[in-house]
């Protein structure tokens, strides 16, 4: 069932735009492939439908991936019996859920909180059993909208007034359960009243810049100008920039990040004009376990996505095509890392705790 707005649950106001949100046993989420043509909300009631989802993009960011994979899990166990083995059933549901997005480290955190949940509970009776897994997704998007709060917060000393900032792909309130990661920075900065604008670059090939970052800013009266990807290099050149603001999908111990493909070019291209390149993510985006960036998976996605925009080819159909959908940049491009805990510099070092302040 489609909704355009769901009674009594506005999914979009200034400064408060909802990618997704829970109600009795249905997960609501904003279909981010029709934006900004479209503003439908999707509603899913079992873990196939938002794996779907996922897997689709239909939800994406991080964070939001995270949450969504959270209520996945929930709606898995609103739908257990008495006679079925919770353990094993919860298991399938991971299994399902593990192998939509391999690059972003959020959804996988969000699975072992959920997995740990159903472990430490699973004495209750089923009712009360399934009451603390939807009472657990519901902490961990509070906890996502109150970190991204948070990192706007602890970056905002770094936006000054009048500052111009660049951003690439989509680190908002569409990337997470509310408020933004990158764009988080960006909002609290517009939020104190200083005069910023944003450069968005469009991000081939999903357009995540142009549909969705640029439509979120504009509904919150941020001044935002639109650009293609490789306008990026000409503005930072021409002394256009203050900074640039990126999100991440996965951060290695040392300070590697993976974002969407084209991120590195730009850190880059700020690299070599002396402007400033930050990175803004929650902790739930570390990823300890990895020393350094080379480890980190990255997605490769259907092809059809280069050769096809809007169900229309501008590329011969039989052409060759490779589609990663991330990068990873080293760490020594990076100024700093904001996160919920604070603003970290360089050396980075997450390999023995989640984004204790520096």
Avoid at 152 to 170: E, F, M, R
Avoid at 184 to 208: D, K, M, N, S
Wanted: charged fraction near 20%; include cysteine; aromatic fraction near 8%.
């Amino acid at each position: 069932m489609i909704f355009v707005t769901p009674p009594g649950m506005p999914y979009s106001q200034p400064m408060a735009i909802h990618p997704l949100w829970y109600r009795d046993g249905v997960l609501y989420v904003l279909d981010q492939t029709l934006l900004p043509r479209k503003e439908v909300v999707r509603e899913y009631h079992h873990v196939e439908g938002v794996a779907y989802a996922i897997r689709t993009m239909i939800i994406r960011g991080a964070p939001a991936i995270g949450v969504a994979t959270a209520y996945a899990m929930a709606l898995g166990a609103l739908d257990l019996h008495e006679r079925d083995n919770r353990e094993q059933r919860m298991a399938e549901f991971r299994g399902r859920l593990e192998s939509t997005r391999p690059t972003a480290v959020n959804l996988r955190w969000a699975l072992d909180r959920m997995m740990n949940a159903a472990a430490i509970n699973s004495h209750l009776p089923l009712k009360e059993w399934q009451q603390q897994l939807v009472a657990e997704a519901n902490r961990i998007r509070e906890e996502d909208i109150a970190m991204c709060r948070a990192i706007g917060a602890h970056g905002l000393p770094l936006i000054p007034d009048k500052a111009t900032v660049l951003t690439y792909c989509n680190a908002g309130a569409l990337a997470t359960a509310g408020y933004g990661t990158a764009l988080g920075v960006v909002r609290a900065a517009h939020e104190a009243g200083r005069q910023i604008r944003v450069y968005a670059c469009e991000t081939r090939p999903f357009l995540q810049g142009a549909r969705l970052t640029s439509w979120e800013l504009m509904k919150d009266g941020v001044d935002v100008t639109l650009i293609c990807d490789n306008m990026a290099g000409h503005f930072l050149s021409r002394g256009e920039i203050t900074c640039v603001v990126v999100g991440a999908d996965r951060i290695a111990a040392n300070g590697d990040f993976a974002n969407k493909i084209g991120t590195y070019g730009v850190a880059l291209a700020a690299r070599e004009n002396g402007v400033p390149f930050y990175v803004a993510a929650p902790t739930s985006t570390l990823d300890a376990s990895l020393p350094d960036g080379k480890t980190i998976p990255i997605e490769e996605r259907s092809g059809h996505e280069l050769i096809q925009f809007a169900g229309d080819p501008i590329a011969p159909q039989d052409v060759k095509v490779r589609n990663p959908a991330f990068d990873v940049t080293p760490a020594r491009y990076v100024t700093a890392i904001i996160t919920e805990t604070g603003v970290h510099h360089p050396p980075f070092d997450f390999s023995s705790r989640r984004g204790e302040e520096e």
